[in-house]
């Protein structure tokens, strides 16, 4: 491999990008300030659950070609390319990005960068992050236009993380010269036969907030219609079915039910607003504010349907929870719209049990006041209602019958609409699932 590699934060992105590029046979070396996850990553130890990278790491690490540290001095002197994927997360009490640690990054590997390279950013960022980042890159940088910038942003799905960057369905490229393309697509010839979009900074920093916001809409489209299928005694799980046969529509992320959250969609189409409002063009991504209005709605409707399952009112109810990742395949907790239903029915009085199948422990430490089960039968144990908030195909093929044995009352709410209602319903359970009758 004629380049050598470096990662620059070692987040979710970060770690997966770092495994795979020394999966396709380069030398990588991976950076983070926190002492104890590079001591953790190069012992093979995974800080996050994601399916399939365990073995792509330590495939790497076995192999000599990948390794992590804590030193900057010791990337610029290793690295020809530098992907920098630190977070962008949302900024306290506003709906912008915080770009802190981005520019952090290439505050820091900038004055130590004295030969020609390519520094590329892969994170989610305001549009007009990346003119900004290439300005402080050639005033900071003592090899000056021979360390150039570019923006190739990246489109993983947690819980698919691995499949995404080693067949990914597409590779955007923003570019400013000939020698920064060619050298990226270089990087990632190993791919094979992957579309390749060549774009300015702007393009490619929008591509991705535009894609995300894009799914954001749809998820909040079937979701309002949820809404509607209630008022009217409509069924929203018929109707998903009758429009995803529209292929000028498709049924995927047209699932009727809690809604999304985690790391991206959420922070993102609020900071996609956000700089839209700078550029004077916030007019364009009003209906956002209704997307993320919607799903927040949703939240609020499933609390009120297990209220409706109590009797009205959680006071002395036992509450049983089965999910509480943001979403399954995950132990991501971020914006989880299972926690926040959880949290919320606790304040309203209910004795809350939750059972994850792996983000029980980062659920503890973000949330003491709950209780916790160790499976889905313990949390649900004298339940008088159950919930099903995260879809993992553990809960979908729960036995009623089973459950139905230990809890308190047989009232179950699926916030997912993944259970087979016909099935519970003739194990005896009072059966109840946003958008339907």
Not at 27 to 55: M, T
Not at 78 to 91: A, L, M
Request: aromatic share 8%; with cysteine.
């Amino acid at each position: 491999m004629p380049y050598r590699v470096t990662v620059i934060g070692t987040g979710y992105l970060g770690i997966t990008h770092a495994a795979c590029m020394a999966d396709l046979g380069y030398e990588v070396l991976g950076l983070d300030v926190d002492a104890d996850k590079i001591r953790r990553l190069n012992s093979g130890e995974l800080p996050i659950h994601e399916p399939g990278l365990e073995p792509v790491l330590r495939r790497g690490l076995e192999s000599g070609r990948l390794r992590f540290t804590t030193s900057y001095e010791e990337v610029a002197a290793f690295g020809d390319v530098h992907f920098v994927c630190v977070g962008t997360p949302q900024k306290r009490g506003e709906y912008a990005a915080d770009t802190t640690y981005l520019d952090n990054a290439v505050e820091f590997l900038a004055p130590l960068l004295d030969r020609e390279c390519l520094v590329v950013g892969k994170s989610t960022v305001p549009v007009g992050t990346a003119e900004r980042l290439a300005d402080k890159l050639a005033r900071l940088a003592p090899a000056g236009s021979q360390a150039e910038l570019a923006w190739n942003p990246e489109f993983l799905r947690e819980g698919f993380a691995v499949e995404d960057t080693l067949h990914p369905d597409r590779i955007v490229l923003g570019v400013r010269s000939e020698r920064a393309e060619k050298r990226l697509r270089e990087v990632y010839e190993p791919l094979g036969e992957v579309p390749i979009v060549v774009t300015d900074f702007a393009t490619a920093e929008l591509v991705k907030t535009a894609a995300n916001a894009f799914l954001a809409t749809k998820i909040s489209f079937i979701n309002a219609m949820a809404e509607v299928c209630e008022a009217a005694h409509a069924d929203v799980g018929l109707l998903s079915e009758a429009l995803s046969y529209d292929d000028r529509i498709g049924g995927r992320y047209l699932n009727a039910g809690l809604g999304f959250g985690g790391g991206c969609l959420p922070k993102d189409i609020r900071a996609f607003m956000a700089r839209a409002g700078e550029l004077g063009a916030d007019q364009a991504l009003t209906f956002l504010r209704e997307v993320d209005a919607i799903n927040m709605r949703r939240r609020a409707r499933m609390v009120d349907l297990a209220r409706e399952l109590a009797g009205g009112s959680f006071h002395g109810c036992t509450v049983g929870v089965l999910g509480a990742a943001f979403k399954p395949n995950s132990d991501d907790i971020r914006d989880s719209p299972a926690l926040a239903v959880a949290v919320t029915i606790g304040h309203q009085g209910g004795q809350v049990t939750v059972y994850d199948p792996i983000a029980l422990d980062n659920a503890r430490k973000a949330h003491p006041e709950l209780n916790y089960g160790e499976s889905a039968v313990e949390a649900v144990r004298g339940a008088h209602v159950v919930l099903l908030l995260t879809e993992w195909q553990e809960f979908v093929q729960l036995d009623p019958v089973e459950l139905g044995a230990v809890v308190a009352a047989r009232r179950i709410v699926d916030g997912r609409n993944a259970l087979n209602a016909g099935m519970w319903r003739s194990a005896g359970w009072h059966y109840r699932a946003l958008g339907r009758p």
